[in-house]
């Protein structure tokens, strides 16, 4: 499937165009992305799923700023963000985008406030308090702000880690296989979780998953192969998806 997969009119919250990515060099050089193109509007929730070795996770963090591509270009908004000194990449990328991870990434000795305020102290900036106790009201951990990670669920864990991507008001979230380490019912109220954050606040949420039925909250999926886009389904449902899936050996 080649071109841009569009949004509709609006400036896309997030976009690549003409995406490589290689690794190594000569005759070891692996082709991680070939030239994809695909952009993410305001307010939308896109799965990118595809077997193992497709390159989704690589689009992932090249969307996110966290690797760079090879070739091609990666924008937020207007704002072109590949080719940004590092400093600079970093600092938009604390104020704009937000990460969650399938491990969480939590520091154990650290509260639960400690760890939603550690990027901002990192970055150099007083914590809004204020802003830490409602994020973490959003994701319905209200009255467990000084509890350790270990005190915690691996629900709770990555709510956690949710609100920690969220304090900043990014207007994107990109997740890698935020339900991964999950049970199955635990998975549904982050899934339910990181909708209610498209749908009531308008963010963009961009999501690794190789689940069919996580696919099933997005707006929509992307499927790749071999570093490649080859289809895309809009208004998913887990059975659709599991069908394309096979189709792909995914």
């Not at 939590?106 to 007083?126: D, K, S, Y």
Request: aromatic content about 4%; hydrophobic content about 40%; some cysteine.
């Amino acid at each position: 499937m080649d071109g841009m997969t569009e949004t509709s009119g609006a400036v896309a919250a997030a976009r690549a165009d003409g995406l490589y990515r290689e690794y190594g060099r000569g005759g070891a050089v692996v082709r991680a992305l070939r030239g994809v193109s695909v952009a993410f509007g305001p307010g939308t929730f896109t799965a990118v799923m595809g077997p193992s070795g497709s390159g989704k996770t690589t689009l992932l963090h090249c969307l996110a700023g966290m690797d760079r591509p090879t070739r091609g270009s990666v924008r937020w908004g207007d704002t072109e963000v590949s080719r940004l000194p590092e400093r600079r990449l970093a600092e938009l990328r604390r104020s704009r985008v937000g990460f969650v991870f399938q491990a969480f990434n939590l520091m154990p000795a650290m509260t639960v406030v400690q760890n939603v305020e550690l990027p901002g102290r990192l970055a150099g900036r007083r914590p809004d308090r204020g802003r830490v106790l409602e994020a973490l009201a959003r994701v319905g951990l209200a009255g467990r702000e000084g509890h350790r990670p270990g005190q915690l669920s691996g629900g709770q864990q990555q709510r956690v880690a949710i609100a920690r991507a969220l304090v900043s008001g990014p207007k994107v979230l990109f997740a890698d296989e935020p339900t991964g380490a999950l049970d199955r019912a635990t998975g549904h109220e982050v899934l339910a979780l990181l909708r209610s954050g498209v749908d009531r606040d308008g963010r963009t949420c961009v999501m690794v998953t190789h689940d069919p039925v996580a696919a099933g909250y997005a707006d929509r999926v992307l499927l790749l192969a071999d570093g490649l886009v080859v289809d895309e389904l809009d208004r998913p449902t887990a059975a659709r998806v599991a069908e394309r899936l096979s189709r792909l050996g995914g």
